[in-house]
Every structure is written in structure tokens, then in C-alpha cells.
Nanobody, 126 residues
Framework: QVQLVESGGGSVQTGGSLRLSCAASGYTYSNYYKGWFRQAPGKQREGVAAISPVGTSTFYADFVKGRFTLSRDNANNTIDLQMNNLKAEDYGMYYC???????????????????WGQGTQVTVSS
């Protein structure tokens, strides 16, 4: 069974940084797209960043480009999201997810992701 466990959320002031980590187990790590998504109260879940199955390509939503960096740690089977220069609008629950394929959708589309973690809360205050 695939399991994804997020960690690293917390509360920071605007301009601050957080590093989220997603620990994966139960599947062959390199066979899946891995992504980070977020959802704020009353808003739709949106894709933040994703990485291709073998880690050769990363994808970012426009609203985080230049601020967030996605990386993978093969030895520990984790994907990490470094978030810098956080803004108030970055507030939300952040989820890690895994997908076996893109199915013709964009890799930042939540619809292709079958496995999800429980989420970790990110709060940004001014």
C-alpha cells in the first residue's frame, strides 16, 4: 500500500521560509510523478510543484516560480519543497501526492494523482 506522510509545516511571517518534506513508502519511487498541492479554506485544491518519475524534470505553478524549489532525496525516498519569500496567499494545507501517469492532463492537475498524504498546515502572517 502506498503511503505518503508530509512534515515541515508551521507558522511563519511574510517573507519567511519553510521546508516541507514528503516521505513515501510502499511503491517503487521512480515509477510515479510526485507533486505538492495546496488548498486554502473555501478554495479549490491547486498544484504547486511536481517532479517527473525519474526526477529529470520539475514543474512549478506560476505563482511560486522563483520562490519554491522541489527536490528529491532518492536515498530517503522523500521529496522536499523549499518555500522561500512566503506570502500571505501561500496559506493553506499542503498535500503530497503521487501519480502513475499524466493521462493527458498537466502534471499539476490534481485529477491525475491517486495517492495522497494527510497534509501539513502552512500559515503565513504579516
Amino acid at each position: 500500500q502506498v503511503q505518503l506522510v508530509e512534515s515541515g509545516g508551521g507558522s511563519v511571517q511574510t517573507g519567511g521560509s519553510l521546508r516541507l518534506s514528503c516521505a513515501a513508502s510502499g511503491y517503487t519511487y521512480s515509477n510515479y510523478y510526485k507533486g505538492w498541492f495546496r488548498q486554502a479554506p473555501g478554495k479549490q485544491r491547486e498544484g504547486v510543484a511536481a517532479i517527473s518519475p525519474v526526477g529529470t524534470s520539475t514543474f512549478y505553478a506560476d505563482f511560486v516560480k522563483g520562490r519554491f524549489t522541489l527536490s528529491r532525496d532518492n536515498a530517503n525516498n522523500t521529496i522536499d519543497l523549499q518555500m522561500n519569500n512566503l506570502k500571505a496567499e501561500d496559506y493553506g494545507m499542503y498535500y503530497c501526492a503521487a501519480a502513475s501517469g499524466s493521462g493527458g492532463y498537466g502534471v499539476l492537475s490534481w485529477i491525475i494523482y491517486y495517492y495522497w498524504g494527510q497534509g501539513t498546515q502552512v500559515t503565513v502572517s504579516s
